[in-house]
């Protein structure tokens, strides 16, 4: 057991620090993989949930949310896309969104000095992206390998290897780095509120947990729509978007 477990269970909150447990000679982020689980269950619950309370009648209050998140991720790929997008993409962008925004919003939980929010993590958001960047780039090959290389060498074939330096280095990085930053930053702000006396220290932290949830719902929207963003570079053909 890591040391950031003693000093949460005097209290203390140590972001970058985890409750690692070595597997076959690798460390594995044990706060980090159950705080995914939990997060995996939450949307698949509430999905379940929804689904089994759908009413042609009158729709609950969680089904309009969720008819509303999809009209909304539908919007963003088609505006983005058209008729072009890759059969998937909708249902994947809206899936990324709702489990992202799960995980940033565990940091609202008074159990964040024991399961941080997974997307303060680097390892997770790399994952992540990996699956993002790994099916942009399989999809737009197959798609069309000319014109996959064409975008590469556009708009002067002298700066390819900066395209290649972008598409596979730092875009992957900045669509990870922005995600995990501002969610790590999240809990170095509460290991300073934590730092001031007891009588005024419910005050700061309350209001922080609540702007830490706004912050939390813009990345997660950061990340989906970059995602579309990215896809939509590749887009030339009309094909039906599902």
Known sequence: MSTAVVLAAEGEINPG??????VAGIALNMD???ATVIAMAIVLGLGFYMVNGV???KPTKLQLAFEALTSWVRGQVRDGLGLQAPTGLIAFAFTTFAFILICNWLAALPSEH???PPTADVNLVYAMTIVVFIWLNVWAIRKSPRRYVKHIAEPYAFLAPIEIITLYFSRPLSLALRLFGNIFAGGIMVSVIAL???YILWLPNAGW???DMF???IQALIFTLLTIIYFSDYAHDEEHAH
């Open 196 to 198: 001031l006396p007891v």
């Open 32 to 34: 980090t993989i159950l």
């Open 215 to 217: 912050i939390g719902g």
């Open 114 to 116: 024991v399961l941080p």
């Open 55 to 57: 009413t042609r009648g």
């Open 209 to 211: 947990k609540l702007f």
């Open 17 to 22: 620090e985890h409750w690692t447990v070595e």
